[in-house]
């Protein structure tokens, strides 16, 4: 077993390639969209479902080198049983089947959801590799998505503590991210396996959208989703997503339309210049007149 984990170290794990054949059977749940979108308040309430568990951010559906430890740690989960899992799997598609189950398995329920919003910018490889995976896409208006993310990341853990920010990123730099997530998920919003969530419609109607989530997923309703931030639940430590705290709180609207009194005229100017054609055609704005 050492010996073969040091070839493993030398050459590169399997667990690392995204590239290796695998194929799932499994029915996973997997949520993206660009960032500030709502999609760590659309993982608290399907965490709180009695049946998905479905924990903080763990990139393992993306294209970067895994770190058992750091999964171990966030999940709660032996970091032993982590290693293990990584060094006897043959791809990165196989070793997520593993970590699901660990994931269920921990937290006595049956299906895995996994949120990171950059999930998004990889739906080929996801489809590819877990056919029968449900995704499930947020969608916000990029101009309150632009306000937000300009001031992401807003903490930082010091021993286990929240600490403030001072962020403040150009408006180019929001509207263009806003913009390339649109731009990733467009060739998949007609796959029967995709589902899009609007941050607004989830927020202004929690039960009736909550509903017809569920529904797509094949999951049966159930009241305690719209009780998350009482919701007990090992995921529930603002420690492991510490840029969005307050998804741990009751739904509120506070953050509808921000952007009408956060963006200045230059502001506006260079979002439209960016992804206004984007606003009208997803029903965000009638015109370039706002």
Request: aromatic share 8%; hydrophobic share 35%.
């Amino acid at each position: 077993m050492k010996l073969r984990n040091l070839f493993r170290t030398m050459l590169g794990r399997p667990a690392d390639d995204l590239d290796a054949e695998y194929l799932s059977s499994s029915r996973h749940i997997v949520l993206g969209g660009c960032g500030r979108s709502g999609t760590t308040l659309a993982r608290v309430i399907l965490d709180s479902h009695p049946d998905i568990c479905c924990g903080p951010e763990s990139k393992v559906l993306l294209d970067e080198p895994l770190d058992a430890g750091r999964l171990a740690k966030r999940y709660k989960l032996e970091s032993e049983q982590m290693v293990q899992a990584r060094d006897d799997s043959e791809s990165r598609g196989e070793f997520i089947d593993r970590f699901a189950s660990m994931c269920c398995a921990s937290s006595g329920k049956r299906r895995w959801a996994e949120k990171t919003p950059r999930n998004v910018l990889n739906l080929r490889w996801i489809f590819d590799h877990f056919p029968e995976t449900r995704f499930v896409h947020l969608l916000r208006d990029g101009r309150d998505v632009a306000c937000s993310l300009r001031t992401h990341p807003r903490h930082k853990v010091v021993n286990g503590k929240l600490v403030p920010l001072d962020t403040w990123r150009p408006m180019e730099e929001c509207a263009d991210r806003w913009r390339d997530s649109l731009v990733a998920v467009q060739p998949f919003l007609t796959d029967p396996r995709v589902h899009t969530v609007r941050y607004e419609h989830l927020v202004a109607e929690p039960e009736v959208t909550t509903r017809r989530l569920l529904e797509f997923l094949g999951e049966p309703w159930d009241p305690r989703v719209l009780a998350h931030s009482e919701a007990e639940s090992r995921f529930r430590d603002a420690t492991t997503f510490p840029q969005n705290p307050e998804a741990l709180r009751p739904i509120d609207r506070s953050a509808m339309h921000r952007w009408e009194r956060d963006m200045t005229p230059d502001d506006r100017r260079v979002f439209k210049h960016i992804a206004g054609d984007l606003l009208v055609e997803y029903g965000y704005a009638a015109g370039q007149d706002w």
